[in-house]
Nanobody, 121 residues
Framework: VQLQASGGGLVQVGDSLRLSCTVS???????MGWFRQRAGKEREFVTAIMKNGSRTVSVDSVKGRFTISRDDAKNTVFLQMNGLKPEDTAVYYC????????????????WGQGTQVTVSS
């Protein structure tokens, strides 16, 4: 599958942003996830949603602020980010995994190109 992420940008502290990732291929076969990579850091897991959308998993630092969702009719996964902080500044990547629900980088086999999110204080 091919993934195309969009929606990044420059925002202020406390603002909201919604990222989108459109998938070409059998979208319903994949668990979808979002990762991010801050400057000089390794890529890290943010959140993921099960193939059927019934369950999600998130890293503690974004719980209560970020929400992942999927629209299977549009082959798109979303990341709604509220209450953005400077430490959320990173390149965000969407990814697809054949696992039912995954959170490790190595479990995701297809990746989008990344979209930059910058939170200014």
């Amino acid at each position: 599958v091919q993934l195309q992420a969009s929606g990044g940008g420059l925002v202020q502290v406390g603002d909201s942003l919604r990222l989108s990732c459109t998938v070409s291929g059998p979208f319903g076969d994949y668990c979808m996830g979002w990762f991010r990579q801050r400057a000089g850091k390794e890529r890290e897991f943010v959140t993921a949603i099960m193939k059927n959308g019934s369950r999600t998993v998130s890293v503690d630092s974004v719980k209560g602020r970020f929400t992942i969702s999927r629209d299977d009719a549009k082959n798109t996964v979303f990341l709604q980010m509220n209450g953005l902080k400077p430490e959320d500044t990173a390149v965000y990547y969407c990814a697809a995994s054949r696992r039912v629900l995954a959170s490790r980088v190595e479990d995701f086999t297809s990746w989008g190109q990344g979209t930059q999110v910058t939170v200014s204080s």
